[in-house]
């Protein structure tokens, strides 16, 4: 990313981030993984319906995704801030922990801030079906917005998946099990302790040394599903791209921005 501005590796971030996430979503259901039954039945669709609509929401999901790496626009990147809205609630709809929802924040999260960088919700509708611009220069207002936006986010997803380490969720203690930890229960508790903090830290003041290992963290520790491992990291891809973005943000503000409450416009340069 040498020669890019700070305001073009956010976005980059961001644009490659939602292209993973819809990539590795659309997988599962090109190989119709079977826990999606149970969000199809969310909406009154059953099993037999659910495994023939698989493959189509998954290559839908698949094309958005490249989209956005070919042909990025506000219309694709919009759509995908609500359809990760609604896959993401399928979760606790189905019965699953509220926490599933919050820890997918990246995948509604990564679009929203890249909606943000590009101009926000308020433009023409041409503009909405235009190419986003890669050339991007962003005033001090909207970097603020993103930045604040980046660090919601980074905060949902890293309390969420602590709070399903801490309640010990059952596919958690296999990866720990799997990676040959004696009492994968404890190992929960422990990895959940600390993601809390890690949490608390990225909204309350995301020191960029202490962020970069969150990053480096959360992007090596995804790779240890016992079943689907790419397609399960890829779809996280928009985890890695707030938090990559947000460091990226981090790395150049000035360092009373970054400090609770949250500041405005004045304080946070553009650059």
């Known amino acids: ?23 590795g979503h659309g997988a599962f259901g090109i190989i119709t993984k079977a826990i999606w039954c149970n969000y ?13 609509l698989m493959p189509i929401v998954g290559t839908v999901d698949i094309l958005m995704g490249i989209s956005m790496l070919v042909y990025p626009t506000r219309a694709v990147a919009g759509w995908l801030v609500i359809w990760g809205l609604v896959t993401a609630s399928m979760r606790p709809l189905s019965g699953e922990p509220f926490a599933e929802f919050i820890e997918r924040a990246g995948n509604y999260g990564a679009p929203f801030a890249l ?24 005033d001090a ?15 949902l997803l890293l309390i969420g998946h602590g709070w399903l380490n801490l309640i010990q969720k059952q596919g958690l203690l296999n990866q720990y099990n799997a990676l040959g930890f004696g009492n994968p229960a404890q190992t929960a508790q422990f990895v959940g302790f600390l993601e ?54 981090v790395k150049k503000a000035p360092a009373r921005a970054m400090l609770w409450p949250f500041k405005q416009t004045s304080d946070l340069e553009a650059y």
């Open 1 to 23: 990313m040498r020669g890019l501005t700070i305001n073009q590796k956010i976005y980059f971030t961001l644009r490659l981030a939602v292209a993973m996430c819809f990539i």
């Open 40 to 52: 199809f039945a969310v909406a009154g669709i059953g099993h037999d319906t659910a495994y023939t």
């Open 115 to 138: 909606l943000l960088l590009q101009g926000g919700f308020n433009t023409g509708f041409k503009q909405w079906f235009s190419r986003m611009n890669d050339e991007i220069k962003v």
């Open 141 to 155: 207002a909207t970097l603020s917005k993103v930045t604040i936006w980046l660090r919601v986010f980074g905060f």
């Open 196 to 249: 809390v903090l890690a949490a608390l830290m990225v909204l309350i003041r995301p020191f960029k040394n202490i962020l970069f290992v969150f990053i480096v963290w959360k992007i090596t520790s995804e790779l240890f599903y016992p079943k689907y491992e790419m397609f399960e990291w890829i779809e996280r891809g928009g985890s890695y791209g707030v938090l990559l973005a947000l460091w990226f943000a």
